[in-house]
């Protein structure tokens, strides 16, 4: 069973701080790194994807990922009450089949 | 725009209905799935389909059954096999490539 393993929090952090969020997958032939928002009640949106080893800046979001240790996190910069919601990390798995395996879930909430 | 449209919003069923869940999108892509999500739990694959006529079962297929005639179309009938079916239930598309899958807004099942 391939698995990804989320913290599930909550991870509480000051208006203005870094957040970071971390991710580990069982699956070391695992292609593609994904991290979802989900506010509460509403579908999973895509923040940012991953799939070479170092980090992937966009905007207040940094993606980082560690091929070796089976390891990927998201960085929140300047973080913003906005941004309180769960956050999900995808695996796609390797093989032809494209499906995301989904890690639970870290609540974020960003306190002003 | 384009987009996936899931519905209804809301489902109400009662014990040993089958119910049909709809999911329409314009993206044109070819690949689509449907994922439950309950609380704490993730969101867990039931079906996904890679091109038109064409479907696999997922991690948690039992008491499901989907149909893929259409590319636009991928429904997910709930059937009275399925003993726990209240959840939210979530249909994705994804483009090609490394993308992220793109998410309706979802279905919320409850059993009555």
């Known amino acids: 069973q391939k698995e990804v393993e989320q913290n599930s929090g909550p991870l509480s952090v000051p208006e203005g701080a870094i957040a970071s969020l971390n991710c580990t997958y069982s699956?070391?032939?695992?292609?593609?790194f994904f991290w979802y928002r989900q506010y509460s009640g509403k579908s999973p949106e895509l923040i940012m994807f991953?799939?070479?080893?170092g980090d992937k800046e966009d905007g207040r979001f940094t993606a980082q990922l560690n091929k070796a240790s089976q390891y990927v996190s998201l960085l929140i910069r300047d973080s913003q009450p906005s941004d309180s919601a769960t956050y999900l990390c995808a695996v796609r798995s390797g093989g032809s089949n494209y499906k995301l395996t989904f890690g639970k879930g870290t609540l974020l909430t960003v306190n002003p | 725009d384009g987009g996936i449209t899931q519905s209804p919003k809301y489902l109400f069923r009662k014990e040993g209905q089958n119910v049909t869940l709809s999911c329409e999108q314009n993206l044109n892509h070819d690949a689509m799935y449907w994922y439950r999500q309950d609380p704490g739990q993730g969101l867990r694959l039931i079906y996904y389909?890679?091109?038109?006529?064409?479907?696999q079962k997922g991690d948690i297929a039992e008491g499901y059954s989907v149909s893929r005639e259409k590319k636009e179309s991928f429904p997910l009938t709930v059937t009275s096999a399925q003993k726990n079916p209240t959840a939210f239930y979530l249909c994705a598309s994804r483009e090609g490539g490394h993308y992220g899958y793109t998410f309706g807004s979802g279905t919320r099942l409850t059993v009555v």
């Open positions: 389909s890679q091109i038109v006529n064409d479907f």
């Open positions: 991953i799939y070479s080893n």
């Open positions: 699956d070391r032939g695992s292609q593609s």
